[in-house]
Nanobody, 119 residues
């Protein structure tokens, strides 16, 4: 059983910063892609940023230059540094990891952390 737990969300003023963390626990052999997604009520979940095991990154156009994704493989953790936050960044943020156990590879999601940016 693998669990992902996010932290770091909260309320911040426009222009401020937050750092999200997501740590995986359980019977983990390795973790391939890690990513952050966000979802507003009634809308589809959308990609914010992804990072491969080798460190290659991908960002949505709306966050390029403001957000930075990083990972610590030794700690099974992915981070999202969010700077210059805007009210439109307000959403629930979810982490996703492709986890390899001894026998298979599966995609896991965290339960989400709320980010609210006030104007």
């Amino acid at each position: 059983q693998v669990q992902l737990v996010e932290s770091g969300g909260g309320l911040v003023q426009a222009g401020g910063s937050l750092r999200l963390s997501c740590v995986a626990s359980g019977r983990i052999f390795s973790i391939n892609d890690m990513g952050w997604y966000r979802q507003a009520p009634g809308k589809q979940r959308e990609l914010v940023a992804e990072i491969t095991r080798g460190g290659s990154t991908e960002y949505s156009d709306s966050v390029k230059g403001r957000f930075t994704i990083s990972r610590d493989n030794a700690k099974n953790t992915v981070y999202l540094q969010m700077n210059s936050l805007k009210p439109e960044d307000t959403d629930d943020y979810y982490c996703k990891m492709v986890v390899v156990t001894r026998t298979r590879s599966d995609t896991y999601w965290g339960k989400g952390t709320q980010v609210t940016v006030s104007s």
